[in-house]
């Protein structure tokens, strides 16, 4: 059993910032690759960032040179620094992890969601 907990979310002003922060804990033999999605209202889910094992990271256009993704091995924790925030940013924002366990394939994980709102 594998769960990703985040944290971090919020409402702030357009041009303000926001860091997520996302553990994840459980059965854990690896964990390759870590992300962030989000889901707007009316909209599909879209992936935002990603980061590779050996520290590698993708993403989307539209956050590119605001968002930063990070990961901290030791602590199975992937981060998301979200700076001028827009309100086109408002989405439940999902973490998710590419994780083996013992003896088991690897498959993604997902976290519960949590909500960012940017006011205009």
């Known amino acids: 059993q594998v769960q990703l907990v985040e944290s971090g979310g919020g409402l702030v002003q357009a041009g303000g910032s926001l860091r997520l922060s996302c553990a994840a804990s459980?059965?854990?033999?690896?964990?390759?690759?870590m992300g962030w999605s989000r889901q707007a209202p009316g909209k599909q889910r879209e992936l935002v960032a990603l980061t590779g094992s050996g520290g590698s990271t993708n993403y989307t256009d539209s956050v590119k040179g605001r968002f930063t993704i990070s990961r901290d091995n030791a602590k199975n924790t992937v981060y998301l620094q979200m700076n001028s925030l827009k309100p086109e940013d408002t989405a439940i924002y999902y973490c998710?992890?590419?994780?083996?366990?013992?003896?088991?394939?690897?498959?993604?994980?997902w976290g519960q969601g949590t909500q960012v709102t940017v006011s205009s």
């Open positions: 998710n992890a590419f994780i083996k366990g013992p003896g088991l394939l690897p498959r993604w994980y």
């Open positions: 459980g059965n854990i033999f690896s964990i390759y690759a």
